[in-house]
């Protein structure tokens, strides 16, 4: 059941439906779904919840990585490697590698973290032996996801100036 605002005059005839506020507004109770009129179409929801056909298609039963490939493909995971690749060689000034396991693992830290809701929570909390949860430091150690914490990108840095020619959105990334 909702509450509508209406005039003292309209309430005095329905004393029953009706509720007066500490400061005077008299609300009329109405039953939810009564509201006169037709909704309009564009508040009209058509679409089917649930999974897409192409997400049915494509996700294996007990295939986590299916699905998590839904999300970030291949092709957008080889991206993020190599341009974290690319900025730890320009930082350190020697080779650095990533592997595909290893960014597996820290997006999984990261989405393990939002959901024990402890992102602003001091990282080495979390592989503490008593006290942190033990997914952490079974999926990856402290130090290398600091490290790799340390040089993620999306980009790469020596591209940005031309992008930031015909793109917007480069100067966001400027850092």
């Not at 294996?60 to 080889?78: C, E, P, Q, W």
Request: charged share 30%.
């Amino acid at each position: 059941m909702r509450l509508l605002s209406s005039s003292e005059d309209e309430c005095e005839e329905n004393d029953q439906n009706s509720e007066t506020s500490i400061d005077g507004t008299v609300w009329q109770k109405i039953q939810e779904g009564s509201e006169p009129g037709r909704s309009s179409l564009h508040t009209v929801f058509r679409e089917i919840s649930g999974p897409t056909g192409y997400a049915k298609r494509n996700v294996m039963k007990g295939k986590v990585r299916s699905a998590f490939s839904l999300i970030l493909d291949y092709r957008t995971m080889n991206h993020i490697k190599t341009c974290t690749e690319s900025e730890a060689r320009r930082v350190l000034g020697s080779e650095w590698s990533l592997t595909s396991a290893d960014l597996d693992a820290f997006i999984a830290i990261l989405y393990a973290r939002g959901a024990y809701e402890t992102r602003n929570l001091n990282v080495s909390y979390l592989w503490n032996k008593k006290w942190g949860p033990a997914f952490f430091s079974r999926t990856m150690s402290r130090n290398r996801f600091t490290e790799i914490m340390r040089f993620i990108r999306f980009d790469r840095r020596s591209e940005r100036s031309q992008r930031l020619q015909t793109d917007k959105f480069a100067l966001i990334s400027k850092v």
